[in-house]
């Protein structure tokens, strides 16, 4: 009789170990599984909207000072595209026949060199090109930009300034330039001192 007691207790024993095993295991199962649900759930979070860029050439102030406006109403972040040889007072003479500026519009070939190619084109998906508008066109720096950076894949749009042109086929003439396949939305002609809202109001139609 005493060892059929032991016997029974010995299996009573047996049977709760393994029950807090079970138990155990089952505490782990769920410490190991909560991790992969929290990354699924994060998983369906939406993306964030893209990073927008202003690059903008400016001989004046000018078009620095609406770039800079448009990059504050857009959040967007600034490069300057400069020359390798600064253009200075007397270049942009227009009186003058032999200007450098007067020299280069004239030549559709003409590409002054960049002082940089370190525009982080790559960062964005949307790019704003400002420039002011020299003979009806943008700057043949302009030309050199668009053609030294792939923008496949990327979002262009363009603002100018101007003295008394419109944009008219300076945005048209730059896309044809563009290097990579790139999705090209209309330009608009601003003032240096245009609004938030104006510019805003502009680029939301842009469907950017």
Known sequence: MRKLWIACLGVLMILGLVGCGTESGKTAEKAVSAPAQ???????????????????????GNTRTLAENTAKALNADLYEIRPEVPYSKEDLNYNDETTRATVEQKN????PKLADKNAPIANYDTIVLAYPIWWGQAPRIMDTFVESYDFTGKKLTAICTSGGSDIGTSADYLQKLTKGKAEW????????????EEIKS????LGL
Do not use: C, H
């Not at 939305?185 to 938030?196: E, V």
């Open 38 to 60: 929290s990354a699924q759930a994060d998983s369906k979070v939406p993306a964030a909207k893209g990073k927008i860029l202003v690059a903008y050439f400016s001989a004046t």
């Open 108 to 111: 559709d070939s003409a590409r």
């Open 185 to 196: 939305k209309p330009g608009k002609l601003f003032s240096p001192q245009a609004k938030a």
């Open 202 to 205: 502009w680029f939301n139609e």
